[in-house]
């Protein structure tokens, strides 16, 4: 069992930077990927980043360049660095958790198992 809790989001104009976290509990396991998905009012739920226990990244062509993702074992936790935001950055943003280890961080969502409540994010112009 994960338990992930986000924070960090919040307010920003156009062009501004955001870092969100998450923070896990319980057995994370050794080998895992974690992620972060997005979802905007009336739009399906879009794979922005992922990372796994190797420090593999993956990232949305949508966000490559802008954002990254990294986590600090100790804390047992993971990060988006957001920057250069933009208005269709806004969105409730969540970490995801799983098991089962991938060479390649998917962006798929039914990869994952364990989710977080979420964070919002919004970007005015």
């Known amino acids: 069992q994960v338990q992930l809790v986000e924070s960090g989001g919040g307010s920003v104009q156009a062009g501004g930077s955001l870092r969100l976290s998450c923070a896990a509990f319980g057995s994370t396991g050794n080998y895992y990927n974690m992620a972060w998905f997005r979802q905007a009012p009336g739009k399906e739920r879009e794979g922005v980043a992922g990372?796994?226990?190797?420090?593999?990244?993956n990232y949305a062509d949508s966000v490559k360049g802008r954002f990254t993702i990294s986590k600090d074992n100790a804390k047992n936790t993971l990060y988006l660095q957001m920057n250069s935001l933009r208005p269709e950055d806004s969105a409730m943003y969540y970490c995801a958790h799983s098991y089962n280890y991938r060479r390649s961080p998917p962006l798929a969502g039914y990869e994952y198992k364990y989710w977080g409540q979420g964070t919002q994010v919004t970007v005015s112009s």
């Open positions: 990372i796994n226990i190797a420090g593999t990244t």
